[in-house]
């Protein structure tokens, strides 16, 4: 959506990017810039910029660039809306649309009065945890190895037995039943709908915290033998278990090279506890797309961590191929004896797991593994199948990696690598790509610009560079919009036209905040190098007649191939006239160009 550009221009005000940017980046000052590693891409030197006077950040290797929109955009994996809300929320201020919107306006309401209702819940369920009543809830915790500390950073509670104890307790402050029904902390009686009953009683709580430190859910475990050992709070106006991560609030603000996921709350707190303090959970052992997209927030890559049993093996298999997807790189924790995360590490201690994520599996060796334990390989018929699936797998591959696992699958198999080859629909020398490689990138992959794109961007920003310099440019002859091939310059160049010949101010970081992310990086780029033109219009003018020869080179090219294929002596004889006309054309600009 549109928002006004006076309210866009005092909220990037309120959020001066190098303030922001500083949240995630370190950033050292350095000719009249703010230097710091990228946090899109593995940056090991430093290649992200920040200009505080243009408001835009730049990175010069993986191209990533817009305003401080785009930044958060992309830092936390936000829509538009959504990092345009944040960044209002940062600076105090009111939505536009939510100002004068009374149905909005209701709903923001509701959910900042669930967010309250749930901290009021977590620090009710804390204190009782610490007093008489949970007892029974502190001696689980101590035979399970937690201490107070850690107790405390993850906010650990206890829910009393009474029916409606914390139903009472947040009504005495002034919340109303309805609140707590949507917070799911409360709901109504089956037999007496006029009652109300607390939804998590006697058990041991953790609060799922969301990324920006809101308690948003809890999960309830049971210290008896109840069924089922969990329950946890179901979708709410502010919950959503497909999209949150159980203790990615301990990980804001910093960029990590990996993440350990496991399946339950308590293998989190117990590797934090023993000071593996990057590891988050699903809630739910099958990983989502939405999840994927928070995770590579903080870290290009992830180790599987989840429980040795039947039912964690295939919850990672499905999770492999979405971390791909998400260009994470996955790898895979192998506990041994089927035990989990938190038995392990109590039992054999933090050295011996951290040696276990040394010798982990790539994602596909887990998967080819799997392939091979599900056929066995200790008869020929096993054999084939295993090979047959494990080239399926394969033949999907690039071929960097293809070469990788072939070697492994012709050991396992007793095939020759050369048969393993043409299974996988590769020969032995080709090297040829396969028709649908997955995507294995840990980090963003840098752009190519072509000498094109380069000159087009060059082109803007002499437009960019004041409105007097970019009237005079675009009304010269060798000037048109269809030189710029890139939709995303071309349409932003015709909307910075319109604002100069309407006598608009155009404010170009507030236009290029508006922009999405890969049009951003696009035109940022482009108003990143106007400091160094001298002479906008002279500039202009070289890199017009530059794109004007390529284009009439490309012509040329078209034209030869015409007159080739037609096979009408008329057809051909214009053509080729058409192509004497261009070619002298050219040899006049080549000419020019040279003197």
């Keep these: 959506m549109a928002f006004p550009e006076a309210w866009l221009n005092e909220l990037m005000s309120k959020n001066d990017i190098a303030s922001v940017i500083s949240e995630y980046v370190q950033l050292t000052p350095k000719g009249g810039r703010l230097w710091g590693h990228c946090p899109f891409h593995v940056d090991k030197t430093p290649s992200f910029s920040v200009t505080p006077d243009k408001q835009l950040f730049h990175c010069f290797s993986c191209k990533a660039g817009g305003s401080v929109i785009q930044f958060v955009m992309q830092a936390e994996n936000l829509s538009y809306i959504d990092a345009v809300r944040s960044l209002a929320q940062r600076a105090g201020m009111d939505m536009p649309n939510e100002i004068d919107d009374k149905r909005l306006m ?3 309401r509701r959910r900042e009065r669930i967010y309250e209702a749930n901290r009021e819940a977590a620090m009710f369920y804390h204190k009782a945890l610490l007093s008489p009543e949970g007892e029974n809830a502190r001696h689980y915790l101590e035979r399970r190895g937690v201490n107070a500390d850690t107790a405390k950073r993850f906010g650990l509670g206890y829910s009393p037995d009474g029916y409606d104890t914390l139903f009472n307790y947040l009504t005495g402050k002034g919340f109303s039943k309805e609140i707590l029904y949507d917070a799911g902390l409360a709901v109504p009686g089956r037999k007496d709908p006029t009652k109300s009953f607390d939804f998590f009683r006697g ?7 969301s990324a920006m430190g809101k308690v948003i859910a809890f999960g309830g475990r049971t210290m008896g033998s109840d069924e089922p050992k969990y329950i946890n709070t179901g979708d709410t106006p502010v919950y959503n278990k497909r999209e949150n991560i159980y203790a990615i609030n301990l990980l804001k603000g910093k960029k990590l090279d990996d993440i350990i996921m496991v399946e339950g709350y308590m293998d989190v707190i117990s ?3 023993h000071g593996i303090d990057n590891a988050v959970a699903s809630l739910g052992t099958a990983l989502t797309l939405q999840q994927a997209r928070l995770i590579k927030r903080y870290a290009p890559k992830v180790y599987y961590a989840y429980d040795g049993d039947e039912a964690g093996q295939k919850a990672m298999q499905r999770g492999i191929d979405i971390l791909r997807a998400s260009d994470i790189e996955p790898r895979v924790i192998i506990i041994p004896d089927e035990h989990d995360p938190d038995e392990y590490i109590r039992e054999f201690g933090p050295d011996s797991f951290l040696l276990l994520k040394d010798a982990s599996l790539t994602g596909i060796r887990f998967k080819l593994e799997r392939i091979a334990k599900v056929h066995g390989t200790d008869t020929p018929d096993g054999r084939e199948k295993f090979a047959r699936d494990a080239c399926l797998l394969i033949s999907r591959l690039d071929p ?7 070697p492994f699958v012709s050991e396992r198999s007793g095939l020759s690598i050369d048969t393993v080859r043409e299974q996988c629909g590769v020969s032995a020398n080709s090297g040829a790509k396969s028709e649908a490689p997955a995507r294995l990138n840990t980090f963003k992959r840098p752009k190519r610009d072509t000498e094109r794109i380069r000159s087009e961007r060059r082109l803007l920003a002499c437009i960019m560079t004041s409105p007097e310099a970019g009237i005079e440019i675009v009304r010269k002859n060798g000037f048109s919009l269809t030189l710029f091939s890139s939709p995303s310059l071309r349409a ?3 909307r910075l036209i319109s604002a100069y010949r309407t006598g608009s101010k155009a404010d170009i970081p507030v236009m290029i905040a508006e922009l999405d992310p890969a049009s951003a990086e696009d035109v940022s780029s482009a108003f990143s190098g106007t400091d160094d033109i001298v002479s906008p219009v002279e500039c202009a003018d070289a890199i017009m007649a ?7 080179k490309d012509e040329l090219k078209t034209l030869s191939a015409k007159a080739k294929e037609t096979s009408s002596s008329e057809e051909k004889a214009a053509v080729m006239k058409e192509y004497s006309e261009k070619f002298a054309k050219l040899q006049q600009l080549t000419k020019k160009q040279n003197n």
């Design 106 to 108: 209701e709903q923001k």
């Design 400 to 406: 960097v990696e293809r070469d990788r696992y072939i």
């Design 203 to 209: 058990r041991l709580m953790f609060p799922v915290i």
């Design 546 to 552: 530059s794109l004007t020869m390529m284009d009439l």
């Design 492 to 494: 932003f160049c015709a």
């Design 271 to 273: 590797l934090h506890q």
